[in-house]
């Protein structure tokens, strides 16, 4: 017939004794690669669709098992198969038949189990982030991790009780916890896969809320159940690492998650209380949903004990965040062009891309012209640029000059944008900070 079309697949059964049935897939255009207006490289993209569409067809004709072509990029074929098989379906009694795949030919065997790992990694974030709230609880999503870590030797899991995180003062951490009956949690991971044990560390700070009803300044009912996954920095982060630590990167990482519920109640924080953060900061909590700010405020002041080479920290901040650039790309704030660049490349490779946004002055005012405290939690002119002001606010917690912000609230979920990424929790940009940390253990800059 005709050829495919990118995307279109055709199916045939009987062609071959051993395959009893083939799934064709249009890749598009031969030679793609970067393009320079999309910001990722196309090849790539064409390639996860591709297989992850044929991968869907293959389960849903029930077969246990589906080869893949590698496609000329193993990688890339390997991640399209996980991460487009992947579905949050532990709590059905009724499940879809589980599809292993695996790479047709041995060629390109170490590509295609790199991709695999890539891919779980994402995989794991979506399924923290998909879990109901009351399965993953602040401590059941550090047992998570740490059980996940557990087999490897140069890892180390801290999983810091409410106790310590009084014992360092992080007041404005604690006084989001509050407000819910779940104790508050803050989670260290130490990964030391560099060559030696006090190579200057790159520094992941995650948001853990695990649920988010905006406190007393409660959210709308309506789709608040999404807010199980106002985690997902925290899931991203912690996800980065386990993938680091499978791919036993050559860097040390460490990685730090204040996790707590978000909920209102007689001791929850009220509209314009004063809490004081680790680095002795006031603030003024104008509004109790804008809380995800006071969480990473005592982590980024904690993250400088470490002589960090880079702080990079995630988090579902804002529904500014979404507005702005939608599910396109995660929103990154930086005060450095070095890890900017990094960042950026990564993304390009990985297609789970980033794009700049300003961390101006002009920001910096409107969250610290503050009536009763040094910075207010939310810009004096509430909604304008409101993915701006938060980042600001959280630079004045940051002493690092390689420090990147991102707010991946625009990406926290997928309906069909991606076409690898079924609909429901994204674990998105997972592969980019890992893809980031391969960089940062290739590149000698101290």
């Known amino acids: 017939g005709p050829p495919l079309k990118k995307g279109k697949t055709r199916v045939f059964h009987g062609l071959h004794q051993d395959f009893p049935s083939v799934v064709v897939v249009g890749l598009g255009k031969k030679n793609a690669g970067v393009n320079d207006q999309e910001n990722w490289n196309e090849g790539k993209e064409n390639i996860r669709a591709a297989v992850a569409v044929g991968c869907r067809h293959i389960q849903d004709l029930e077969i246990p098992c589906v080869e893949v072509d590698p496609c000329g990029d193993a990688q890339a074929a390997a991640e399209g198969a996980v991460l487009g098989l992947h579905e949050y379906n ?230 500014a965040m979404d507005v702005a650039l939608g599910s396109a790309a995660t929103g990154v704030f930086t005060n450095s062009s070095w890890l900017w660049t990094h960042l950026y490349e990564a993304s390009i490779l990985t297609g789970d891309r980033v794009w700049r946004m300003p961390l101006f002055e002009h920001y910096t005012k409107q969250v610290t012209d503050c009536p009763l405290a040094d910075l207010s939690n939310i810009g004096k002119y509430s909604r304008a640029g409101g993915a701006c002001t938060a980042a600001a606010f959280l630079k004045e917690f940051v002493t690092s000059s390689h420090w990147a912000h991102l707010d991946i609230a625009g990406v926290m979920s997928n309906k069909d944008e991606v076409p690898y990424l079924r609909k429901g929790m994204a674990g998105r940009p997972t592969r980019t900070l890992v893809e980031l940390a391969a960089r940062l253990s290739q590149d000698s800059h101290n």
């Open 90 to 319: 532990e709590l059905k009694q009724k499940k879809k038949p589980v599809v292993t795949p695996q790479l047709h030919g041995s060629a390109a065997g170490e590509a295609w189990q790199k991709g695999v790992t890539y891919a779980e990694g994402q995989n794991l974030a979506r399924y923290l982030m998909e879990a109901p709230a009351n399965y993953i609880t602040p401590i059941k999503f550090a047992e998570h991790i740490e059980q996940k870590l557990r087999s490897f030797s140069n890892v180390k899991v801290h999983i810091r009780p409410e106790s310590w995180i009084a014992t360092q003062q992080m007041g404005a951490f604690l006084s989001v916890a509050k407000g819910s009956a779940e104790p508050p949690v803050f989670l260290e991971i130490h990964y030391s896969g560099g060559a030696r044990t006090n190579d200057c560390p790159l520094v992941f700070v995650g948001k853990g809320v695990t649920f988010d009803s905006g406190g007393i300044s409660l959210k709308p009912s309506s789709g608040m159940d999404a807010m199980r996954a106002d985690m997902g920095g925290a899931a991203t982060i912690c996800s980065a690492i386990v993938t680091a630590a499978a791919l036993n990167l050559p860097l040390n990482i460490i990685g730090l998650a204040p996790l707590c519920e978000n909920m209102p109640s007689g001791k929850a924080n009220k509209p314009g209380d004063v809490v004081r953060a680790k680095n002795g900061k006031t603030i003024q909590v104008d509004n109790t949903d804008a809380e995800g700010r006071l969480l990473l405020a005592d982590a980024l002041c904690y993250a400088h004990n470490f002589n960090a080479r880079a702080v990079v920290n995630a988090a579902t901040l804002t529904g």
